[in-house]
């Protein structure tokens, strides 16, 4: 038996055994998308955009500087053995996530 055979073998019986989660894994990646797409307008009526020209080339780089330098930062602080700076790191930017997501209906009930 190739080596080409054992992986499809692998991966029939991988499918085979993961299956419902790789459905519902793709299930929410669609349900996410299209729910994005229905609060458009709701972050379009309050003006939330990171940029102040949305059009600019270089808001790319931008974005592509701040994760390399973040997970720099990120990359020593775990090195230096500090856990509970990365977990209120990474606490602080679901809460502030929370807060940008739910920014536009706050807005829209006048909160």
């Known amino acids: ?17 993961d299956r419902l989660a790789i459905l519902a894994l793709a299930l929410c990646f669609v349900i996410s998308h299209m729910l994005a797409m229905y ?19 270089l808001n790319s780089v ?3 500087g701040i994760i390399l330098v973040f997970t720099a930062f990120i990359l020593w602080i775990a090195k230096q053995g ?14 502030v996530t929370f807060i940008y997501v739910f920014y536009p209906f706050f807005h829209i009930l006048y909160i």
């Open 39 to 57: 609060i458009v307008p709701a972050y379009e009526e309050a003006e939330v955009q990171a940029f102040e020209n949305p059009d600019d080339p």
């Open 82 to 95: 500090l856990e509970w700076i990365l977990q209120l790191i990474f606490l602080s930017a679901i809460g």
């Open 62 to 64: 931008v974005y592509i």
């Open 1 to 17: 038996m190739s080596d080409t055979e054992q992986t499809e073998l692998s991966l029939s019986e991988a499918w085979q055994e």
